[in-house]
């Protein structure tokens, strides 16, 4: 079975200060690993993804995610937060391929807030 | 290159109306996904098609939603009858299947009153 945990609702920076969204994923596959970022009344944006290639991933933007396959991490993070990325972010656990729907699941979103 | 469409962005009905939504996914992508956004149950997959066929509809809540994807280009989510808890955000995505991430519109707000 997949899971993907993101475990915070909310986190708050100030602007011009390091960014670190955690999700904590499970899968019985080898999975690919995405984030997005929703700002608002858009669709969703993909940042990055990760598919078994380099741990070290680097996305849009600024931000980078490292898989670490002990700790089941996929953790986002950025050096310095912009106030343009104050939006939504969703980890994103796949299986290998589309076989059933139940092996694309969603987080349940962390909301990033930047102060001035 | 232009992304995924959606029509209408927004839709203000009252219960009981049909609602029909729209997507036009990326040229060349084989997987589209019409998924439904709300606060209290967040981002939900209701159905999702390969090469035009229909995979998997479990998440499509009851028999008043149905969809089709009549070819590579189009597909529609239809709800009859609408009813006020169906408001919601919809989204539609498309993806070039495998273990390509998924292109997501910019949804159709419903509101049905």
């Known amino acids: 079975a997949q899971s993907v945990t993101q475990l915070d609702s909310h986190v708050s920076v100030s602007e011009g200060t390091p960014v670190l969204l955690r999700c904590n994923y499970s899968?019985?596959?080898?999975?690919?690993l995405f984030w997005y970022v929703q700002h608002p009344n858009k669709g969703l944006q993909l940042l990055l993804k990760?598919?078994?290639?380099?741990?070290l991933v680097k996305g849009i933007n600024g931000f980078e995610a490292e898989f670490k396959k002990s700790e089941t991490s996929f953790h986002l993070t950025k050096p310095s937060a912009h106030m343009s990325d104050a939006a939504e972010y969703f980890c994103?656990?796949?299986?290998?391929?589309?076989?059933?729907?139940?092996?694309?699941?969603f987080g349940s979103g962390t909301r990033l807030s930047i102060r001035p | 290159d232009a992304g995924v469409i959606q029509s209408p962005r927004h839709e203000v009905t009252e219960m009981g109306q049909e609602v029909t939504l729209r997507c036009k996914p990326i040229?060349?992508?084989?997987?589209l996904f019409w998924y439904r956004q709300t606060m209290m149950r967040g981002l939900e997959l209701l159905i999702y098609?390969?090469?035009?066929?229909?995979?998997?509809d479990s998440g499509m809540p009851e028999d008043r939603f149905s969809a089709k994807m009549p070819n590579a280009s189009f597909s529609t989510l239809k709800i009859q009858p609408s009813e006020p808890r169906d408001s919601a955000v919809y989204f539609c995505?498309?993806?070039?299947?495998?273990?390509?991430?998924?292109?997501f519109g910019d949804g159709t707000r419903l509101s049905i009153l």
């Open positions: 040229s060349g992508h084989d997987y």
């Open positions: 994103v656990v796949s299986a290998e391929s589309y076989s059933s729907a139940s092996k694309i699941i």
């Open positions: 098609f390969n090469n035009n066929v229909p995979i998997d």
């Open positions: 899968s019985s596959y080898s999975p690919s």
């Open positions: 990760y598919t078994s290639a380099a741990t």
């Open positions: 995505a498309s993806s070039n299947g495998g273990r390509e991430p998924q292109h």
